[in-house]
């Protein structure tokens, strides 16, 4: 009595602390008063009937003392009152089973199931209609958990059970609900792999094949990596030497995809992709894949940074063309690109140019003009002109060649190679004043980027008409512009040429004179050298010995270093030439300043002395 009046006191003071109630009721089973207890645990469960502890510590009571029937009365009251509770629904059914009353069980799961538990529940309802032979029961089970849980993974294990238990035709079925179930909208690559890999177990590897490609056509390539792997293995096993190629393509082709995902300027990836598909691909799909690549302009303001990214339109266009033979899409393609480069900033002639031809193999010849036309107007760039020049030849349209020229002209005088293209049609069309005016008005421009060459077929193209006295013009009115060495000694070997020994001699004569006086040694050197080969060929003893003497000689000296800082750079060795005349000069120059010398230092030797004699009469005076 007086423990129990202990508890009573402890209850009184903490109603709400349920581990004082469980104390006096386990306190009261042990003095074997079952009926106390059950009072104790129901006053409990008054002061809170959803503490699972109480309804636990009750039920586990009556099991212990085998009473059945007071046990089941509580967990019809507990799951009533709480049935999201699975522990209760686990204890009661286990009870009904150890007491094998699987009916029993059976009715309690499926009050249970109508709440929809966790799948864990499910599972056990299902393993125990297995456990006695149950299979209708347990199939009919698995259709109602795979719509309350709907997931790829029941799916599934609804199809292995039904594969487990013979039923090759149910499962098949259940894999073919699945599909439609999801959908194209909810699709899982999971799926797809245990439904190819049960056809394959069955034997059946076309089957297979066709789940492996519809779920790869339908699937995007960031949904199905282990998809990808799963094929490749498949046809390792069961393909030919076609079906690993597509597995290889397709693989190749998830990686440009994956590539050109993180970063869609990576122009080389869709070169790549394309390539891949243009050799393997549908012309829809390769057509697809060249607008989403087109799409991608660049971000930059630069020639260079574009290069890459025409290319893309060039080989749309030629793929238009050639593979898909379309004439009306490959204009649009052409126009395309045109419209797309900024052609204020830069242009590139190469798209002008392929756009114009391809008018031309369409026999569309004004079109081809028009376009051309087009370009210089926009961008007038040398490449255009030539490119629009070469078409008017090949149409024998030299009139209209003449026209380019001039606009080229206009465009850049100080071109040197229009000039001479311009001169060479004249030429070619026998036209000689026509060539031998442009040539005139070329040397008169003031400013000009390679005179030299222009200034050489202009000679050239006179030593071909013959006119000597024209080409000595040329040669003097080029050498009042220049005294180079190589215009003397051309000059020199044309006379020679000519067979004019005389005016070729005195042409050398004159290079050396006016090279002494310009102190250029070395291309004093090879203006003697030439001479010497001239006089070789076609000179006397007398002249070959004169030439001989002029000759250098060649000497090693040393000079300073010259340091910017100001500090010392040290010396180096060079080669010099002494010339024979500059020799004899150097000679009396040199003797003249030692004369000059020995004056200055008598004048100082003069002035001291008469020096001395002043300090002597001073001292005299004294």
Known sequence: MRKRKQFEDNIRKNRAVMVNWIKYARWEEETQEYQRARSVYERALDVDHRCVPIWLKYTEMEMRHKQVNHSRNLWDRAVTLMPRVSQFWYKYTYMEEMLENVAGARQVFERWMEWEPEEQAWSSYINMEL??????????IYEKFVLVHPTVKNWIRFAKFEEKHGNIAGARGVYERAVDFFGEEYMEEGLFIGFAKFEEGQKESERARAIYKYALEKLTKEQCPDLFKSYSIFEKKFGDRRGIEDVIINKRRFKYETEIKHNPLNYDAWFDLLRL??????????????????????????????????YLWINYALFEELEAEDVDKTREVYKGCLDVIPHKKFTFGKIWLMFAQFEIRQKNLDAARKILGTSIGKCPKPKLFKGYIDLELQMREFDRCRKIYEKFLEHDMSNCNTWMKFAELETILGDTDRARAIFNLAIQQPLLDMPEILWKAYIDFEVEEEEH??????????LQRTKHVKVWISFANYEASIDHTRKAREIFEEADRSLQLDTQKEER??????????????GTEETQDAIKKKLPRRVKKRRKIDVEEGGEGGWEEYWDYIFPDTEANSSNLKFLQMAKAWKKQQNTEDSDSDDDEDDDDEDTAD
């Not at 006295?469 to 003097?476: D, G, I, N, Q, T």
């Open 469 to 478: 006295e024209r080409v000595r013009a040329l040669y003097k009115a080029l």
């Open 131 to 140: 456990r006695y032979k149950e299979i209708d029961r347990a199939r009919s």
């Open 277 to 310: 598909l243009e050799a393997d691909g549908s012309l829809d799909d390769v057509r697809d894949t060249y607008e989403r690549a087109i799409a991608n302009i660049p971000l930059v303001a630069s020639k260079k940074g574009w290069r890459r990214y025409i």
């Open 525 to 538: 050197v090879l203006c003697l050298e030439a001479w010497k080969e001239f006089e070789t060929k076609h």
